[in-house]
T-cell receptor, first 111, second 112 residues
Framework: AQTVTQSQPEMSVQEAETVTLSCTYDTSESDYYLFWYKQPPSRQMILVIRQEAYKQQNATENRFSVNFQKAAKSFSLKISDSQLGDAAMYFCAYRSVKLIFGTGTRLQVFP | EADIYQTPRYLVIGTGKKITLECSQTMGHDKMYWYQQDPGMELHLIHYSYGVNSTEKGDLSSESTVSRIRTEHFPLTLESARPSHTSQYLC???????????FGSGTRLTVV
């Protein structure tokens, strides 16, 4: 069975700095998709970025980028120029048939 | 604008009451899901549907039931609510393949 592990329950970053959230997963499949979701306090969960496993190039969306290491089964999220609005729970997720979530990382952003 | 809607946003009810949490989407997605999110924020899949008249239980056992009579509507029902049902319930929908899920705003249920 596939599993997703986020080993950092909480992280903090200073405004305008860069932070990296870690995610590892376990699978025997070769074709799958990986996602990072953001859930602000009491607000809707939204998709931040996604990565197709067959693509070697790391996905980028504005200030958000990933470091995808397929052999190591690692999928970290880098947030550059952190803003106060980035404070949220961040979930890493794996999809082949259904979406499997990690346990989340709570990100605090300090002014 | 295409979206997914959950009502109510917050609900406080007494033990033993029957409740239905509503979820509707306007994107024409065949696949819909219900997640229970515990206080530690971990997400557990409790029900899913791949189309009309198709429903399946998820990875976490739940006393709730679901129905899918219309593509856009996927309500979740608790016949007799208990304090152990206190949680946040998230509804989601998706296209197939490499697309992620679109989530509703959630229903925060408290059973007293």
């Amino acid at each position: 069975a596939q599993t997703v592990t986020q080993s950092q329950p909480e992280m903090s970053v200073q405004e305008a700095e860069t932070v990296t959230l870690s995610c590892t997963y376990d699978t025997s499949e070769s074709d799958y998709y990986l996602f990072w979701y953001k859930q602000p306090p009491s607000r809707q969960m939204i998709l931040v970025i996604r990565q197709e496993a067959y693509k070697q190039q790391n996905a980028t969306e504005n200030r958000f980028s990933v470091n995808f290491q397929k052999a190591a089964k690692s999928f970290s999220l880098k947030i550059s120029d952190s803003q106060l609005g980035d404070a949220a729970m961040y979930f890493c997720a794996y999809r082949s048939v259904k979406l499997i979530f990690g346990t989340g990382t709570r990100l605090q952003v300090f002014p | 604008e295409a979206d997914i809607y959950q009502t109510p946003r917050y609900l406080v009810i007494g033990t033993g009451k029957k409740i239905t949490l509503e979820c509707s989407q306007t994107m024409g997605h065949d696949k819909m899901y219900w997640y229970q999110q515990d206080p530690g924020m971990e997400l557990h899949l409790i029900h899913y549907s791949y189309g009309v008249n198709s429903t399946e239980k998820g990875d976490l056992s739940s006393e709730s039931t679901v129905s899918r009579i219309r593509t856009e509507h996927f309500p979740l029902t608790l016949e007799s609510a208990r304090p152990s049902h206190t949680s946040q319930y998230l509804c989601a929908s998706s296209e197939g393949g490499n697309y992620g899920y679109t989530f509703g705003s959630g229903t925060r249920l408290t059973v007293v």
